[in-house]
């Protein structure tokens, strides 16, 4: 089970039977881990429930996000052990005009809360030698130096985790998808602020776009395309 499963009308699932996907594409043999938007702004600074962690920050998706990072979290050290890349991807916080076009009541928060909101989540925290991207759109790709870095790398495969999954998620993975990328979803580790959007777009983007798979299956998909490390090379005399 998906879970998406009790937001399908019955016209849906028969047209699921009918037309919907069988089985898996499938990943590559160079996979490369996306982490996108994963800061305090959109979990709040301690774990609460949704609507009490909205009355601090207003965009935080609540308890359900916070589960979200501690399973992406052990899908980044199973990343990490086996060599695969890790790429952050967050928004740019230079006063750039903003992509959202919802007007909102201006901001009461204080320049340091602010600060402290857009900084990644401890439990995901990029550590020397990952490359954090910054964008001014949804997409992780759109304007960002995402496609030239996967491409240095020989990336084929893109797991992705984050939020929200009918936003900057999705974003991603439709420009992926159209770069000709393989695109994968984990489905604990991505998470939204309404439960109708997550699942219906997880289910849109598996039968278009990637395959939605469990942690599980991720972790030992990583695992078994591990990049050999090489021996550390001495110093000249």
């Known amino acids: 089970m998906y879970g998406w499963e009790p937001y399908l009308s019955e016209r849906d699932k028969e047209h699921d039977?009918?037309?919907?996907?069988?089985?898996?594409?499938?990943?590559?043999?160079?996979p490369a881990l996306l982490l996108i938007d994963m800061y305090y702004s959109v979990?709040?600074?301690?774990?609460?429930?949704?609507?009490?962690?909205?009355?601090?920050?207003?965009?935080?998706?609540?308890?359900?996000?916070?589960?979200?990072?501690?399973?992406?979290?052990?899908?980044?050290?199973v990343a990490?052990?086996?060599?695969?890349?890790?790429?952050?991807?967050?928004?740019?916080?230079?006063?750039?005009?903003?992509?959202?076009?919802?007007?909102?009541?201006?901001?009461?928060m204080s320049a340091e809360m602010a600060a402290k909101g857009n900084e990644i989540?401890?439990?995901?925290?990029?550590?020397?030698?990952?490359?954090?991207?910054?964008?001014?759109a949804p997409s992780g790709f759109q304007g960002t130096p995402l496609m030239f870095h996967l491409n240095s790398l020989g990336v084929d495969t893109?797991?992705?985790?984050?939020?929200?999954?009918?936003?900057?998620?999705?974003?991603?993975?439709?420009?992926?998808?159209?770069?000709?990328?393989?695109?994968?979803?984990?489905?604990e580790c991505v998470f939204d602020r309404t439960e109708a959007s997550h699942f219906m777009n997880l289910y849109d983007m598996h039968q278009k776009y990637a395959d939605v798979v469990d942690l599980e299956m991720a972790k030992n998909y990583l695992r078994g395309n591990s990049i050999e490390r090489s021996a550390p090379v001495a110093n000249a005399a």
């Open 80 to 108: 990490r052990e086996n060599g695969i890349p890790v790429v952050h991807i967050k928004g740019l916080q230079n006063g750039m005009k903003p992509w959202v076009h919802r007007g909102r009541e201006p901001s009461t």
């Open 17 to 30: 039977k009918q037309w919907g996907k069988k089985e898996l594409y499938g990943f590559g043999k160079k």
């Open 43 to 77: 979990l709040g600074l301690k774990r609460e429930p949704i609507f009490e962690s909205m009355k601090t920050w207003p965009s935080s998706t609540g308890l359900e996000g916070w589960a979200a990072v501690d399973k992406a979290a052990e899908l980044l050290a």
């Open 121 to 136: 989540v401890a439990e995901l925290a990029p550590i020397p030698g990952e490359v954090v991207i910054e964008k001014t």
């Open 158 to 187: 893109l797991i992705c985790c984050g939020e929200t999954t009918s936003g900057c998620v999705r974003a991603t993975v439709v420009d992926g998808a159209t770069s000709r990328f393989t695109m994968g979803v984990v489905k």
